[in-house]
């Protein structure tokens, strides 16, 4: 499973070290990875609590 952030409109962002770049409107940044459930995990926690996948990305 991977998370993304995406930029609602041209920005630029700052850390409190005074690192900082510029983001374009819609430009994503991947903040996760993460491979502790399977794909059939996955479905049977959805699957028991009420919820549907609406799409899979592989």
Same mark, same amino acid.
């Given at each position: 499973m991977e998370s993304w952030l995406i930029s609602t409109k041209q920005q630029t962002v700052s850390d409190q070290n005074?690192?900082?770049?510029?983001?374009?409107?819609?430009?994503? /940044? !991947? %903040?996760?990875?993460?491979?502790?459930?399977?794909?059939?995990? /996955? !479905? %049977?926690?959805?699957s028991d609590n009420s919820f549907k996948i609406i799409e899979c990305y592989k």
């Open positions: 005074g690192f900082s770049f510029e983001l374009q409107a819609y430009e994503a /940044i !991947q %903040t996760e990875v993460s491979a502790k459930y399977t794909p059939h995990d /996955i !479905q %049977t926690l959805i």
